[in-house]
């Protein structure tokens, strides 16, 4: 190895100075080429990530929750207005009627931010296609209704359930996770990614200051001129380029993970709790139309309530909520359900205080679900539906909305607001580079040649 190194030594030896200064003139083009690749490599990644999941997957996964609380809202809404006779009831029929508006407008959106394919399509089709047969089979139940014929009526109330429960809901379902697994992918590969970029420019980066203070160096020893002003020129914007580069990748990455892993998480998980809030809510005034299957649906309004939060044995969501509302809070692993997994998520301002709002409102609702079977199972049957439409402080649509539009939607609306903005402030950082990278490597390939040139036609005479 001696051996080897001092042959190389000898051979540099015998290069004359203007070898060796256009050797390093050569370099510094090189790794200033590389560097160039290497940080536009990087921006295009990075920028692809940023705009899959905040223009592509995001907006498909909130339209495909929308889709399945608009659709749940509209089996909701039919359902109470079927516990009233014909026409008595018209605050459900404009309910259902702005859901069904809402599922249409989300349908077109759906359709017209298709990403990921033939998948997609599918799920957007069976929609389309069974949100007929489920409208047809409701308008059959209302003729019935009207006529007073309850059996026809609920013979055909539960085949538009069938739909909705089997086809409707699920092919929300299957939108939301074609797009969330997309968007996990490309976020855990932009991670591996966002690695493997930096690495690269962050070496060709160092490779190229060290060319530049490499030139300085022997020009001071060869030359005897201590500083060369347009090398140390070039040095110092290689210096504060390299500095800018990876401040910026690593500002858009941490952006990309409070939009992905603290905001979108959250937003996600409040838009599954508020579908299923509805989906309860239909189960419960299913449970007052139809007695001959009124089993089954208390038991899907049990389980849908368990899928949004269960509180531990011998609690109740009372004093989960007046636990979780403590700053210091540590979750309990026996506290299940998306609240439960909202609450180990909490980042941003205010949002402790609106997810344990969630909590109290969602134990509200629930108290009063239970006076309701408790009139139905007394035989007071009129009692329990008035208690169920009831929009009043204590009555059940009034404990529903009070979860729904404002604690659910208060949540979901801080979370969506720091969403825009990290997705924002990604955009920003990675913004300008196709400008600012050739610019400022340009510079630095001029300043070099400038540098040496004087000292290239010194020696060469």
Same mark, same amino acid.
């Given at each position: 190895?001696?051996? &080897? ?8 030896? =015998? ?53 399945? @609380? ?29 859901? +069904? ?26 929609? *389309? ?10 308008? *059959? ?6 006529? /007073? ?17 089997? =086809? ?34 962050? &070496? ?49 990455? *941490?952006?990309? $993970? ?48 368990? *899928?949004?939060?269960?509180?531990? @044995? ?14 210091? +809070? ?6 299940? /359900? ?7 998520? &909490? ?15 969602? /134990? ?8 309701? $079977? ?5 035989? =007071? ?81």
């Amino acid at each position: 190895m001696s051996k &080897i190194i001092s042959a190389s030594n000898k051979a540099i030896k =015998k290069l004359n100075t203007p070898q060796l200064l256009q050797g390093g003139l050569y370099l510094t083009w090189a790794t200033s080429l590389l560097v160039l690749v290497s940080t536009m490599n990087g921006i295009q990644g990075q920028r692809h990530a940023i705009n899959t999941i905040g223009k592509d997957a995001t907006p498909s996964i909130t339209t495909a929750q929308r889709l399945k @609380d608009a659709a749940a809202g509209m089996d909701a809404y039919i359902a109470k207005e079927l516990l009233l006779p014909s026409g008595e009831n018209q605050d459900a029929v404009k309910g259902y009627e702005e859901r +069904y508006e809402k599922l249409t407008q989300r349908l077109v959106a759906a359709a017209e931010n298709i990403t990921y394919g033939n998948k997609e399509r599918k799920s957007i089709e069976t929609l *389309q296609l069974e949100l007929g047969n489920y409208i047809a089979k409701i308008q *059959q139940a209302r003729d019935f209704h009207e006529r /007073g014929d309850t059996n026809n009526m609920l013979v055909a109330y539960r085949s538009a359930a069938e739909i909705m429960d089997e =086809k409707l809901l699920p092919a929300t379902d299957a939108l939301d996770k074609i797009n969330v697994d997309a968007l996990n992918v490309t976020y855990n590969q932009e991670k591996f990614d966002f690695g493997k970029s930096l690495f690269f420019i962050v &070496i060709s980066g160092v490779a190229l200051i060290s060319v530049l203070v490499g030139l300085q160096i022997f020009l001071s020893q060869r030359t005897r001129r201590t500083f060369n002003p347009m090398l140390l020129a070039a040095s110092a914007i290689a210096i504060a380029f390299l500095n800018y580069t990876t401040g910026a990748f690593l500002s858009a990455s *941490q952006n990309l $993970r409070i939009a992905k892993e603290d905001a979108f998480t959250s937003i996600h998980t409040l838009r599954q709790a508020r579908a299923l809030g509805y989906i309860a809510n239909a189960a419960q005034s299913r449970y007052l139309l139809d007695s001959a299957f009124a089993l089954n649906y208390e038991q899907a309004f049990f389980n849908n309530i368990a *899928q949004i939060a269960k509180p531990p @044995d011998g609690e109740t969501f009372e004093t989960v909520a007046a636990a979780a509302s403590a700053p210091r +809070y540590k979750p309990n692993n026996n506290f299940t /359900g998306l609240l439960a997994d909202q609450l180990k998520n &909490i980042t941003f301002a205010g949002e402790r205080e609106a997810t344990v709002k969630n909590l109290s409102t969602l /134990g509200a609702y629930v108290a009063i679900d239970k006076q309701i $079977r408790q009139l139905e199972r007394s035989g =007071k049957h009129t009692e329990a539906i008035a208690l169920c439409l009831g929009s009043q402080p204590g009555e059940s649509n009034w404990a529903f909305d009070e979860f729904r539009l404002k604690a659910n939607q208060k949540t979901f609306d801080i979370n969506q607001a720091a969403f825009d903005k990290a997705i924002k402030q990604g955009f920003k950082e990675v913004d300008g580079f196709e400008f600012t990278t050739p610019v400022a490597l340009s510079a630095i390939a001029i300043l070099t040649l400038f540098g040496l040139l004087p000292r290239l036609k010194e020696y060469s005479t």
